[in-house]
């Protein structure tokens, strides 16, 4: 509805206008001060810059655990030098480690070995490894400003954009104290940009500085409790306590004689990238799949049909000519076969494997926390392919598959695996020869598989993601449910 001007009296026109100007004008802060100003007023409030000049090194054992304070999701120490060198050390939730040393940046896990940090990534290593409080910031962000003011735990706050950053740094000076009440920045990964902050609960005086102690940290939807466990000053040994570790050390040689191979980790994550990035990945909630398999050997052709969806549930069908129909699927709970010649049959979920020709969106964004480690372990040709060949093993170690991925496409083109099903262990190879992009996402439409030494093509005649599915298709067949004990569903 369109209010007329003659329905407003002159008087309370008036009066709104003049509100909504002072209601604008209060909106944007004025006079603020310039970012050198609120960070030296930081380091006067925290000591002093005679006290943060007397400290060569400093080193923190900090801890984070959950909010009801029940579970350790955080253990690591960290360390800094005057020169900017810097260490962390993690033992929970893995065991890890990064730093800089004399301007190397590097990164050790027991998932993918070491990696030398490039570009932006190593750019923001060299900014965190100095102590901001007591290094010239102005060289480490020259062009930082205060953005205005804004309230954190209900006190008013300087703003300071600390710039040039590329994960997006803030922080919040409370304006009464001058002392630092929120930092925050952005992550960037293959899930996509996280936000992170930390925010100040408590302080402590050690050695005459003040420096937090407590901060409610928030990464993405997680949420702990950081805490500063003990803080050391000037006991660092160098180079020896800060020195990157011997496999860093074999790495940088290699690189340095031209033999250095990717990381695997950035290898996966190229995939990830490559085949339509982590939010189109989240976004894939069903698969509908239709096509041919080709039995080379036999010279005969069946129709396939895959449907999946979340939570488990998984329907494959199999129509081999002269043979029947051969199926397989679960209903999130209980995983069943059924063919012609065996019957039916329950069994073990994790013995589902099907044909590989649907993807499991949560695995490949959570496949670090599926494996123990990975290894890029040489360059080869396959099929006219450059590729690099990846081990994957799990989590206690054994062996779980090959994977090579293509160098010039980032994209997976072959996997060499073993499966453990009830007719004993089954090796399979699948080349992937083909990609269609669908719903954002490049989609395996043409797969070479040799299962068990029997070679088969599986070509995809459609591809429908995201659509809707008749969830009857999930529902367990009554030959299955009559398999069952009462009481007690196979899982």
């Not at 989240?282 to 005969?300: A, P, S, V, W, Y």
């Not at 549930?313 to 199926?327: A, F, T």
């Not at 029997?454 to 429908?464: P, S």
Request: aromatic residues 8%; charged residues 25%; contains cysteine.
């Amino acid at each position: 509805m369109t209010l007329s001007p003659k329905l407003l009296k002159p008087g309370l026109f008036l009066c709104a206008i003049s509100l909504f100007c002072a209601v604008m004008q209060a909106a944007v802060p004025r006079n603020l001060p310039a970012a050198a100003t609120v960070f030296d007023r930081y380091i006067d409030a925290t000591g002093g810059r005679a006290a943060w000049n007397s400290k060569r090194t400093e080193r923190d054992e900090i801890e984070g655990r959950s909010l009801d304070g029940q579970h350790v999701l955080l253990r690591a120490t960290v360390a800094w030098t005057r020169q900017g060198n810097s260490v962390s050390d993690v033992k929970v939730p893995e065991e890890a480690r990064e730093g800089v040393y004399n301007g190397v940046a590097w990164a050790w896990t027991k998932l993918s070995g070491p990696r030398i940090k490039r570009g932006p990534d190593r750019e923001e290593a060299l900014r965190g490894s100095r102590m901001l409080e007591e290094a010239d910031w102005h060289s480490l962000y020259p062009k930082s400003r205060v953005e205005g003011i804004e309230t954190i735990n209900g006190k008013p706050c300087y703003k300071v954009l600390l710039l040039p950053s590329a994960d997006q740094r803030a922080e919040w000076f409370d304006l009464s104290t001058g002392l630092l009440a929120r930092r925050a920045s952005v992550v960037l990964a293959s899930a996509g940009a996280t936000p992170v902050s930390y925010t100040v609960e408590s302080w402590r005086v050690r050695d005459g500085l003040n420096q937090p102690m407590t901060m409610l940290a928030v990464r993405g939807d997680l949420q702990y409790r950081l805490s500063v466990l003990n803080v050391a000053y000037n006991d660092l040994r160098e180079p020896d306590d800060v020195r990157y570790p011997a496999q860093v050390e074999g790495r940088l040689q290699d690189e340095r004689a031209g033999k250095a191979l990717p990381n695997a980790e950035e290898i996966i994550e190229r995939h990830i990238f490559e085949s339509g990035g982590a939010s189109a990945y989240e976004r894939l909630k069903t698969q509908r799949i239709t096509g041919t398999i080709d039995f080379l050997n036999r010279n005969m052709e069946a129709r396939t049909e895959t449907w999946a969806a979340g939570d488990g549930r998984y329907y494959q069908s199999v129509d081999i000519p002269g043979l029947g129909k051969q199926e397989e699927g679960s209903d999130g709970r209980v995983a069943w076969e059924r063919d012609p010649i065996l019957g039916p049959r329950a069994k073990p979920r994790r013995d589902l494997t099907g044909l590989g020709v649907t993807l499991d969106a949560a695995g490949i964004l959570g496949w670090r926390y599926m494996l123990g480690e990975v290894r890029t372990e040489a360059l080869e040709i396959v099929d006219g392919h450059e590729c690099y060949r990846v081990t994957l093993r799990g989590r206690k170690g054994r062996l779980t598959a090959t994977r090579w991925y293509d160098r010039k496409t980032g994209l997976l083109y072959r996997t060499s695996s073993d499966s453990q099903t009830g007719m004993g262990n089954v090796p399979t190879v699948l080349t992937y020869q083909a990609w269609r992009t669908v719903e954002g996402l490049k989609w395996p439409v043409r797969i070479h598989m040799t299962v068990s030494g029997q070679e088969l093509i599986f070509k995809a005649d459609e591809v429908a993601l995201n659509g809707t599915l008749d969830d009857g298709v999930f529902t367990l067949p009554d030959e299955i449910r009559k398999l069952l004990p009462e009481e007690s569903p196979v899982q």
